[in-house]
């Protein structure tokens, strides 16, 4: 049963435009993540929060920014795409602490032409 | 730092095979181990979870044993069958809020 909700599932745009992700959990986590997902299946984590708190934040590029407005929502802007930006972007949650259950939802596939 | 290997990234096999999904792990602490499954247009989500060493997770029919002596934690079942067709992910957690994942191994079973 699907507890982590993204929108849009799919989107296609040209390089150099602005894209946002959104996601809500509904299972009460204190933490949410976004991961990026490449063509080879490989996972990275890009941003974590805890409480609305930036607490992790990997070496993405500039265009990447997060936005929470509360613990059970977390987005994803990029401005001015790139083609080396087309991947699945997965969002998760989890209690606070890392030896819990991450949660995914299904994915936004994004494919910059 | 933590850092996870899967050497396999494709295996092939047919129903009722047995499958062993090879992962060790580097850490300097004492983690937290999982495996996560993916299937075709999901996200991961949870296969097992072991959180001290020398004990064994299992579920759906997969089991894995952590080894803190040789620093591996493989996956294996005795009988696959193609709805097992997924992407399998070895994953550490140690503290905090960020976990590692390995590559990935992307098991494809022929009925």
């Known amino acids: 049963e699907t507890a982590v909700f993204q929108t849009p599932n799919y989107h296609v745009t040209q390089v150099g435009n602005e894209v946002s992700f959104n996601c809500k959990q509904t299972?009460?986590?204190?933490?949410m993540y976004w991961y990026k997902q490449d063509s080879k299946k490989l996972l990275k984590i890009m941003f974590s929060?805890?409480?609305?708190?930036?607490?992790v934040n990997e070496t993405v590029p500039r265009r990447f920014s997060p936005q929470s407005s509360d613990k059970a929502h977390l987005n994803l802007r990029i401005k001015s795409v790139e083609p080396e930006d087309s991947a699945v972007y997965l969002c998760?949650?989890?209690?606070?602490?890392?030896?819990?259950?991450?949660?995914f939802g299904e994915g936004s596939r994004l494919i910059v032409v | 730092g933590n850092s996870v290997t899967q050497m396999q990234g494709q295996v092939t096999l047919s129903e009722e095979e047995f499958l062993f999904i090879n992962c060790t792990y580097s850490t300097t602490g004492y983690p937290t181990l999982f495996w996560y499954v993916q299937y075709p247009g999901e996200g991961p989500q949870l296969l097992l979870k072991?959180?001290?060493?020398?004990n064994k997770g299992s579920s759906r029919g997969f089991e894995a044993t952590y080894d803190k002596g040789t620093t591996s934690f493989h996956l294996q079942k005795a009988s696959v069958q193609e709805s097992d067709s997924a992407v399998y992910y070895c994953?550490?957690?140690?503290?905090?809020?960020?976990?590692?994942f390995g590559t990935g191994t992307s098991l494809l079973v022929d009925p």
């Open positions: 299972l009460g986590h204190d933490t």
């Open positions: 994953v550490l957690g140690e503290g905090g809020y960020k976990l590692t």
């Open positions: 998760a949650s989890s209690r606070v602490f890392s030896g819990n259950t991450l949660y």
């Open positions: 929060y805890n409480n609305k708190q930036l607490i």
């Open positions: 072991v959180t001290t060493a020398n």
